[in-house]
């Protein structure tokens, strides 16, 4: 039976290459993929996908109106398809998320979602809540920070190398730099909002 799988990690630890690989794994075999990327990050060129390593591929691009479902199966109504690759699934919406569960389910298709968990404040990103939620697997990929130790953060840093605080949860083309939890203070960076006792 076909499963959702979620990827996650924190930047900068291969999650588009992963995605890359299996999409080349599955083409090598003759079996069709249908890959999707947001329309919002267009770093190197609308439509692609790219890891920084150089390997590309082209992707259909979607926005929040994108109805992944209808899409899907309109791939499915012309030729079978075998895989369907999300990167930055993110950015995905809840509804997206949910078609998603849909070509699972009524497709039997796999569908692998490669993405963030929390943004720059630690703050969960919609995509990722539900499919942190529906997904039949949940696959971390390993990010290495500073000193070597296991880093699951995302700091986001100006043009001059410093911390950002504060703004949209949503700016592409920013420096990030993955953190642990405590080199990230996340007390400091999330608006949940908590003040420890002195002491």
Same mark, same amino acid.
């Given at each position: ?51 920084? /390593?150089? *390997?590309?591929?082209? &992707? ?9 479902? #209808?899409?899907?199966? !309109? ?53 990722? /809540?539900? *499919?942190?939620?529906? &997904? ?9 920070? #500073?000193?070597?130790? !296991? ?49």
């Amino acid at each position: 039976m076909a499963k959702l799988y979620f990827y996650y990690s924190a930047m900068n630890a291969g999650k588009t290459t992963l995605l890359l690989q299996s999409n080349y794994n599955y083409n090598a075999r003759d079996m069709t993929t249908l890959l999707y990327t947001p329309k919002l990050d267009d770093r190197y060129g609308v439509g692609k996908i790219t890891s920084r /390593i150089g *390997l590309q591929a082209d &992707a259909s691009i979607y926005d929040a109106e994108f109805d992944l479902f #209808a899409d899907v199966s !309109k791939h499915v109504a012309a030729r079978p398809v075998h895989c369907v690759l999300v990167d930055e699934a993110q950015f995905l919406t809840p509804q997206q998320v949910l078609q998603l569960t849909l070509v699972v389910d009524r497709h039997n298709i796999p569908v692998l979602c490669y993405g963030l968990r929390t943004d720059f404040r630690g703050e969960p990103f919609p995509g990722a /809540i539900y *499919l942190l939620s529906w &997904a039949d697997e949940l696959c971390e990929i390993k990010t290495i920070g #500073a000193g070597g130790k !296991k880093a699951t953060m995302n700091a986001r840093l100006d043009d001059k190398g410093e911390r950002v605080w504060s703004g949209d949860q949503v700016a592409i083309g920013h420096n990030y730099v993955s953190m642990t939890r405590r080199a990230f203070q996340l007390d400091r960076a999330s608006p949940v909002g908590y003040t420890p006792p002195e002491g």
